[in-house]
C-alpha cells in the first residue's frame, strides 16, 4: 500500500486536485458527447473510464479519504485564480477541446504520483490515458464536423 515516506501532505493534495480536475473534466465531455452529439458509443467509453477511475482510487483507499480532504487548502491554494483562456470559448469544440486537455494532463499528473507508492495504479491511469487520447481523436472529427455545419 502507501509508504509513508512518499505519502505526505503536499503529495495528497495533488491527488484530491487532479482527481477533481479528472473527474470534471471527464463529466463535461461526457455530457458533451451524449447531450450534444448523441454518440451512444463515445458516452458509454468515456463513462466507463469515469467509473474505472473511481474504482481505481477505492481499491487504494484514496476516494473521500479524509486525509485527502483533509489536505485541502482551497484558500491558500496559489493557482487557483482563472486564467483568462478559461474565459473565452468559441463553439462546443473549443469546450471539448479544453477539457479533453484537462483530462489528460490531469492523468498524467496522477500516473506520475502514483509511481511513488502504487505502480500497479499508475499503469492503469497510463493505460486511460491511451483510451482518452483515443475518445478525443474520435470525438473531435464529429464535434467539429457539427460545428462547422452550424455556422
Do not use: P
Not at 51 to 62: D, L, N, R, S
Not at 67 to 77: A, C, F, T
Amino acid at each position: 500500500m502507501l509508504k509513508k515516506t512518499y505519502f505526505n501532505k503536499k503529495i495528497c493534495r495533488v491527488i484530491d486536485a487532479n482527481l477533481n480536475r479528472l473527474k470534471e473534466g471527464l463529466r463535461v465531455i461526457e455530457d458533451i458527447l451524449r447531450f450534444i452529439m448523441d454518440d451512444r458509443k463515445l458516452t458509454a467509453q468515456t463513462r466507463k473510464i469515469r467509473h474505472a477511475i473511481t474504482e481505481y482510487i477505492k481499491e487504494g483507499g484514496f476516494l473521500q479519504s479524509v486525509i485527502i480532504l483533509k489536505e485541502r487548502q482551497i484558500i491558500k491554494d496559489v493557482g487557483k485564480k482563472s486564467v483568462n483562456t478559461e474565459l473565452k470559448r468559441k463553439n462546443i469544440a473549443d469546450i471539448f477541446l479544453a477539457n479533453a486537455q484537462r483530462v489528460k494532463e490531469s492523468v498524467r499528473v496522477l500516473e506520475e504520483f502514483f509511481k511513488l507508492f502504487d505502480k500497479k495504479a499508475s499503469m492503469r491511469f497510463k493505460k486511460l490515458r491511451y483510451r482518452i487520447y483515443h475518445i478525443e481523436k474520435e470525438a473531435i472529427e464529429k464535434i467539429t464536423k457539427l460545428c462547422n455545419n452550424n455556422t
